[in-house]
Structures are given as C-alpha cells and as structure tokens.
C-alpha cells in the first residue's frame, strides 16, 4: 500500500522559512516524477515545484522561483520542500504528489499559514 505523510507545515510570520516533508511508503521515489503543490481557501489547486523522473531536473511556478526548493532523498525515500521568505499568498494546504508507471498518488496535505 502506498502512502505519502507530508510534514512541517505550521503557522510562520511573512519573511519566515518551512520546510516541508513527504515520506513515501510503498513505493520507491527513485524513478518517480514528484510534485509539491497547494491549494488556497477558494482556490483551484496549482503546481508549485516538481522534480522530472527522467533527469532530475527541476521546476517551479514563478510564483516561487528563488524563494522554494524542492529536494529529494533517495536513502530515506523522501521529498523536501524549503520554503523561504514567505508570504501571506503562499498560505494554503501543500500536497506532494507522485507519479510512477502510470499512477498517480497524493499526501494528506500539510497547512502553511503566513500570517503576522
């Protein structure tokens, strides 16, 4: 059974740094193509960085460019998100995503409030 736990979400003032979690179970990460994304109170959900399966590239909405980094450990089979200089529109609940072998799976979600 897969599962994905996201983590470290919390409630942080604008200009302030999180890092995100994901720990996936049930399924390696190694060739899988990974997405952060997060969605806002009345909101569609949007992309907000991914990691390619084919050259580990990355991407990120310009929304964050320069202000997140997605990372990934293969030896522990987790993604990371690090957030920094944050503002009060990055609230929202962030959500990893994987892809493999044609498969889609989602975390929980994890809240991010910026707020002074």
């Known amino acids: 059974q897969v599962q994905l736990v996201e983590s470290g979400g919390g409630l942080v003032q604008p200009g302030g740094s999180l890092r995100l979690s994901c720990a996936a179970s049930?399924?390696?990460?190694?060739?899988?193509?990974i997405g952060w994304f997060r969605q806002a109170p009345g909101k569609e959900r949007e992309g907000v960085a991914c990691?390619?399966?084919?050259?580990?590239?990355?991407d990120y909405a310009d929304s964050v460019k320069g202000r997140f980094s997605v990372s990934k450990d293969n030896a522990r089979n987790t993604v990371y998100l690090q957030m920094s200089s944050l503002k009060p529109e990055d609230t929202g609940i962030y959500y990893c995503?994987?892809?493999?072998?044609?498969?889609?799976?989602w975390g929980q979600g994890t809240q991010v409030t910026v707020s002074s």
């Open positions: 049930g399924i390696s990460l190694d060739y899988a193509r």
């Open positions: 990691v390619s399966n084919r050259d580990r590239s990355t």
């Open positions: 995503n994987v892809k493999l072998l044609g498969y889609d799976y």
